[in-house]
């Protein structure tokens, strides 16, 4: 099995950014599809954006659309997740998660937990107000 580690998590203040990555141990996974998920104190995990590059498609949970950005490098090995002007809601262990058939392109919603099979075991953001 692939396992994926997050890296870029810490604390940061309101309105502040920062930039998380994910890859596979040694490396040695790369693939097409990816995406970012999150689980507050207290709540379910929830997905927050995907990425496939095959069509060039990203989607977004409407609580981060138009402050956080994924992308995916073009070895197709590291995803990252900008999140920018970030909220005391946002706060959160961020995880990342591989689909490494691709599923996200064809299911009614790709950012459902069972279309990805890799995933990291999460990085704390803490915002503070």
């Known amino acids: 099995q692939v396992q994926l580690v997050e890296s870029g998590g810490g604390s940061v203040k309101a309105g502040g950014s920062l930039r998380l990555s994910c890859t596979s141990s040694?490396?040695?996974?790369?693939?097409?599809?990816w995406g970012w998920f999150r689980q507050p104190p207290g709540k379910e995990r929830e997905g927050v954006a995907g990425?496939?590059?095959?069509?060039?498609?990203?989607s977004y949970d409407d609580s981060v659309q138009g402050r956080f950005t994924i992308s995916l490098d073009s070895a197709r090995k590291t995803a990252y997740l900008q999140m920018n002007s970030l909220k005391p809601e946002d706060t959160a262990v961020y995880y990342c998660?591989?689909?490494?058939?691709?599923?996200?392109?064809?299911?009614?919603?790709?950012?459902?937990?069972?279309?990805?099979?890799?995933w990291g075991r999460g990085t704390q953001v803490t915002v503070s107000s």
């Open positions: 998660a591989a689909d490494s058939l691709c599923r996200s392109l064809t299911a009614i919603n790709p950012l459902a937990e069972r279309v990805y099979d890799y």
């Open positions: 990425i496939d590059v095959i069509g060039g498609h990203t």
């Open positions: 040694k490396s040695t996974y790369s693939g097409s599809c």
